[in-house]
């Protein structure tokens, strides 16, 4: 993938985050509006609830209820109930090594669900890999890859509408999913975009 520009965001309230936590005040300090160029998000991997889950889903005991949706977009999991295997780590310039994503354990064959409604505007091979990209409202992207397509550019889709499954690809062999978060040109945490994530370990890769 072409590295990019990191942007960042001001910080979410205490009313939004909710009662502090350790563990997600880390996870959501330095969030800015989208509008305003900075460095980008970074996440504790997670664990989602479901796929499709909204943001009346409770967290677990002990843990403050996800911050509401109000200055970023409210992302679903693209693949049921997942573990981050590897997180996203921006990277310390435009042209520099990082992992623009995060990459979610997957077998091949699984079904993709939309993140959230929205335009496909690519669903074809990037040199070695298929890869599907939706556009969002507010100038968000979500990338998927390695996904064998069920949709076509320009093809509307709705949050948890199958838009592909999983097939091996060079990134992660037949074990994950990766998914990217885009405003613009520049790569954020797509953790920090989905309701109701709360923290988990990364898997070990066999």
Known sequence: MTAEQPAARTAASADQVGQPFRTLD???TGLLPVATPAAPLTATPVEAPVASARSTASAPPGLPSPAPCVELPCWSWPVARPSVIEAFRAPPHRYGA?????DLAAAAGDAVLAVADGTVTFAGRVVDRPVV???HEGGWRSSHEAVEPAVTAGD???RGQ???HVVAGPHCADRCLHLGARHGED????VLLIEGAVPSVLLPLP
Request: no cysteine; glycine share 14%.
């Open 162 to 164: 199958v838009i592909g």
């Open 26 to 28: 880390a996870l959501l």
């Open 98 to 102: 990082g992992h623009r994503g995060v």
């Open 133 to 135: 990209t939706v556009s």
């Open 187 to 190: 790569y954020h945490d797509p």
């Open 156 to 158: 509307a889709v709705r």
